[in-house]
């Protein structure tokens, strides 16, 4: 999967000057570094995911859970 991003940041507010590439948590600035970081934390939380899946307690959770779905943009 392509990562070419081009982030319109005038005053650097959220990106790196020298880079151009989002502030992160981790402090990364080299685009393959965070790329590789994100891919690990994504795969990470999906095995914890897995382990332990979101248990659907009642209505508001199952609705709350449909809200974050559709804001991401999922179809639904």
């Known amino acids: 999967m392509r990562n ?3 982030y319109i940041d005038p005053d650097y ?5 020298q880079t151009g590439i989002l502030r992160n948590l981790g402090g990364i600035s080299d685009r393959e570094a965070l790329t ?3 891919a690990a934390a994504t795969a990470k939380r999906a095995g914890e995911l897995k382990a332990r899946p979101i248990r659907i307690k009642d209505i508001d959770t199952l609705e709350r859970l449909d809200h974050i779905r559709k804001s991401m943009g999922y179809p639904g």
């Open 13 to 17: 507010t959220y990106t790196d000057p």
């Open 4 to 6: 070419d991003y081009e």
């Open 36 to 38: 590789f970081a994100e």
